[in-house]
DNA sequence: TTGAAAGCGCTAACAT
DNA sequence: ATGTTAGCGCTTTCAA
């Protein structure tokens, strides 16, 4: 290159980014004034306006925002975490979630913690160093919190989602699940069942404990004793289901009715249910696509994951706007949606038997 | 704070996070030493880590990745952009590409284009802002694409999934939509049916309008004449499908089977031949879950969303790694799931009438 | 309206 | 093994 000749060899730099010193020399202007009008400010002459973006153009040159970002502080993103962006009820919130964001010019890192403490720590740690204006957490069970005070004292804002945190006092959203699966179940009982299956996530889960929780009010308001052998709480795929199902069936006082505690859940049970070929009523927690098109259509307490989304973009963006008033848990009611499963009436049921 | 009598007051600077130079003032060492512990570097005293690591504690420092990214030039984030990240196809992509993205310890940056260019674009060009290492990309149809050309010079890393460029030299993923298509339709073809109807998306998207020249390519094999009054192209919401399937049932010489060209569609179909009370044939285009649910079980040409993420990540990967080997397109073929709709025979369908 | 210059927090080269 | 320092590319005073 720099053969000795003295010639200064200004090579094309392949690989690496045009900068505003770049554009600056290009333009024939000073940095500050490149730095203006990439920026949109007012007080800039037409005739800068016109070099700068020429040069721009000409060179190729985008905003290094690491540079920016370390400058102003401000990242303009947020951190989402949630249990699985596949899942049919997060990738919805996922989806909501980044309407608010992208309404506030932000971008969204997102990650899936996969039901794993460890995982999700690790991910929240690193959107922390990346100084993500914002978080917004599906926490999975059974880890740690703590290590979420320090980047709550260190001033990051954060919602949680789905489920509320244990001890943190942070803004929240969740559903009414106890009450949506009360109303499920009394729904069932309305049309004269009095035995009512269960089928469930893992019991440590807060949405599956608390599920479980409306299931027992709701019989217990109904004068009906609480069976635990008709309730079985890993029902997340779809093989254990069968088992436990043929087992309630064959038993003395089978059940009429089943109560499905999540989405997977109602489709395990279903798919179940035609393995036995034995029809059931039944009312599962969480809508899903094609539970109308089905025969007969799956009657569902149905979320609102969008509405969870918007809700909690809210509150975040509040809080980065200077909101400092006591934190807040908003909580959701549930619909339950009538499509003919869950108005299969007990006589019904047994006549077909 | 400084009032004047010579006595400087240190704040504790609430809502700012400390620095490496305040964990080195506190632990006694300096900012080189600290950038060792927390890199993890070898060559640092037993001693000089335990004070560092001591001070991070009592500071909750975390390093700024902003100031990191700077400096290095290496921002270990992708960059995905799907058509909509609530889609069950593309919510399975997504998850895909996390995990081989968290293979390497980087973040994801996620966003829906929502079939916008031009949304497509700015968040395209926002992710470029952020310097990130590469892209994974399904553009929508109908925008220019020149603006990647800059981003492909600048050296960002980028590939294309799910539909190939227009002109842009990139590596590419993508599924044999059109032999797909004919697999499925010969299948059709196979019980007997020689009118066959076809709900699919938009014809000017490239998946849709393979899978429609995959259909015709089988119909014409076989002999059989296209007829375009057995076809309908925007059968993506509900509603629109109820109409035209209504019609062509009604017809002189109605389908006995249907192909339909997504998830979407397939489950539109079927809510449509719910409505009217008929069973066709049915043939679908992308595995859904419930396909094996409902009865008859849909029989679908199935692609793999999880081995198209691996492979785009792997793709990806290797360009990052300094792979300059001449551009790929990887071409994925899908798998026909047999599961009683699409073996419905034409003289069944005819006798039910 | 504009250019010059300081400095954000970090890494890495250099000196010790 | 460790401290010091230059500088990554930008924004933002400050002075002109």
Redesign the pocket.
């Known amino acids: 290159m720099d053969a000795g000749d003295g010639l200064r060899v200004v090579a094309e730099r392949p690989n690496?980014r045009a900068?505003?010193?770049d554009v600056a020399r290009v333009a024939?202007?000073?940095?500050?004034?490149v730095?203006?009008v990439?920026?949109g400010k007012?007080?800039?002459?037409e005739?800068?306006i016109a070099a700068v973006n020429a040069a721009i153009e000409r060179l190729g040159?985008r905003?290094?925002d690491s540079?920016?970002m370390?400058?102003?502080?401000a990242t303009a993103s947020i951190g989402l975490l949630v249990e699985d962006v596949a899942d049919p009820f997060f990738s919805l919130l996922n989806r909501s979630v980044e309407e608010e964001v992208l309404r506030r010019d932000s971008v969204l890192l997102t990650a899936s913690s996969d039901k794993d403490p460890n995982r999700a720590r690790k991910m929240i740690l690193t959107f922390c160093a990346r100084r993500v204006d914002g978080l917004v957490i599906t926490l999975p069970e059974g880890g740690d919190e703590e290590y979420l005070r320090a980047e709550l004292d260190a001033g990051t804002s954060m919602v949680f989602v789905d489920r509320p945190p244990r001890e943190l006092d942070v803004d929240t959203v969740i559903v009414d699940n106890r009450g949506g699966a009360r109303t499920g179940v009394e729904h069932l009982i309305g049309y004269g069942h009095r035995r009512i299956a269960c089928f469930t996530d893992r019991p440590d889960l807060y949405t599956a404990s608390e599920r479980i929780a409306g299931y027992r009010e709701a019989l217990e308001e109904a004068g009906i004793p609480f069976d635990p052998e008709l309730v079985f709480s890993s029902a997340t795929t779809r093989e254990p289901v069968d088992e436990p199902l043929g087992r309630m069936l064959a038993s003395d006082d089978p059940p009429t009715a089943v109560f499905a505690g999540n989405n997977r859940t109602s489709i395990n049970v279903i798919g179940a249910l035609r393995i036995h070929n034995t029809s059931l009523a039944i009312v599962g927690f969480d809508d899903f696509e094609l539970a109308d098109v089905v025969v007969p259509g799956i009657t569902v307490v149905a979320q609102d994951p969008k509405a969870m989304g918007q809700i909690a973009m809210r509150m975040l963006y509040k809080r980065l706007d200077g909101d400092v008033s006591p934190s807040q848990t908003v909580t959701l009611n549930t619909r339950l949606i009538v499509r003919g499963s869950g108005e299969l009436s007990r006589d019904a049921v047994l006549a077909a038997r």
Do not use: P, Q, Y
């Open positions: 690496s900068t505003m010193k024939g202007v000073g940095v500050g004034t730095s203006r990439v920026n007012s007080n800039v002459s005739e800068s040159f905003r290094n540079a920016r370390l400058k102003t502080g």
